[in-house]
């Protein structure tokens, strides 16, 4: 057992017991009015979310019950006040990745099945019932601890999916409720308050059940093209009343889920919220194929957005590009202005704040054709500079959320200059310093470059980066940064470089140097996995976007720190404070003891170190 000195005292470290978790958290609140801390955000993507025992039906929600303990113990170990939510709109067997999901309909996947036992939703899934679809689970039940089984969740042509299956089930039970049941109502006005896209988007699956494929472009040319303006009034409405005489069920379930999906998010929100948390969506810049299909006289034939790679070839991305000679103005809006207008005023309605991705996209599109299989650089696209910026303001100051702290743009990559400019000052910037070096890209040096904190939050990497503990490893890497960070923090740079562990705590300590910053959750768990690997096949088979930290989160995350892997807290505000060259000794000797008794072996639990120490007991007063 490693033992190690905390004044004369010997520590034989362990999990937190409840008085130190206790002084933890006044620590955390005291370094962080000494730090002048400000927004602490938990990227989260649901697929993160540690399963529940006997109703894991393989994927974690941030909608379930389970999350709510979870992240209460996340904002416990960390001080996290806000959580980035991956985007969380519908998905496929075939691309499973959730930055290429839809923005107005959420991901059904994503439905907590527990929840449909409940009074609010008419019990239209019992309990026992959600308990069986457990049980029926055939795939390894140790593999979906770790990582989520999207085959098993949503299926794919030739199998519907427990998750399917479960909502099937809910929707013929609530076909049985009294007409004016209460959720029935809330129901028919959800539909009432959606009208500008939830139809369209089941009329959507109707056409994919009829055609047998997901692919509009492959449908005939009558429906591929319903929406795009070619047609009659007349004969879009005749061909509407076709498909809901033809597909009434199919088309009420799918509204039915959105509803069912809308009604946790805002629940869950109001939970996050009452919790001290601030909810910031994660905005894609582009449209699925079903949002294209609805909307089709908003985009362009054959053209898709995209960005330059560093060797100036063409990076695609497969988003449907915009026509924005159809944008219009703020308050005379055109047809795609109107379309992303209703997008931002979704976002704003759904969560506290909002992410916009890659949103250099918005300010100078980058686009492409597709020529015999290859892509080619559209030449002389729009510089639409700040129009759309006003949209996504208005969208905000309608929803009553037009501030600094709503808004942040990620702005990164060689197309950002002119965002930057744009919005300096006025909204967050997102950076990362995975990249830095001597003369660029960490704290210190924004600061020199006219940023303000709070003008920028700032995490080692981001949703799809490598992570901490894979950086860590890199040797280069630690020679490379190791020297202004050792500079920066006040610390050894000989020490930094020979340890990958050390070199991950000054990573995670850099991070508190400045106002406002972000980590991702395994990260925190300091694990080796990655979220995703950008250029990948991102199918059910693939292990992209299947990371969930496991079941046994509370263990597990004790396990990892005494092990010397994770975000050590206490460690980093320690650290942070001595670089702020802060004259609190007392607080810092109290952060490095509770950081200390993180790192050793021990009781891996709250409960195990009360048991073993008493829940009175403390090190750290």
Known sequence: MEISRIGTTTSFGRAFTTKEKQEWKQLEQQSRQELGLGRTTAVVFDFNIPSEQGYNTAIGTTLSENSKGFMNFVQDMTGANAMLLGPQGQISSFNICPYSGTTFSLGEHLIDLKLLSGDDYGNILPLERVQQYDRDYDGDPKRRDKKVDYGYVIGDDYDPGVQNLALKEAF??????PKHSKLKKEFNQFKKDNTYWLEKDALYDALAQEHGITDSTKWPEKDRDLFSGKYSKHDVNKRVSELKNKYPDLIEQKEFNQFLIDKQQQAAKKQYNDKGFKTYGDCLV???DKERWAHKSCFKDNEYMGCKNSDKT?????????????????DRPGETGELLAHKFDSFFKRYDGVRIDAAWQIVNPYTYTMNNGTPEEVKNQPKLRDSVIKIIEKSASKAGKLDKDSLL?????????EGIKLTQGKYPHIHITRYAHGSWGRPAYYETQGYKPGDYTIGVGTHDDITLRELAANKEKRQEQSEFLSKDLKLNS?????????FRNAKTAELFTTKDQFFTLPDMFGMSEKINQPGTQNGIASNNWTVRIPTDYESFYYRQLSDGYGMNMPDARAKALRAKNSHNQELINKLQTAAAILREKGPNTQAEADAQYGANFSKIS
Not at 172 to 177: G, T
Not at 322 to 327: E, P
């Open 172 to 177: 013929e039970n609530f076909q049985k409720l």
């Open 286 to 288: 582009g449209f699925s």
């Open 314 to 330: 063409v990076q695609t991305w497969g988003f449907p590009a915009l026509d924005y000679s159809k944008l219009g103005t703020p």
């Open 409 to 417: 743009f990620e702005l990164l990559g060689e197309n950002a200059q």
């Open 494 to 502: 000989h020490e930094l470089v020979g340890s990958e562990e050390k």
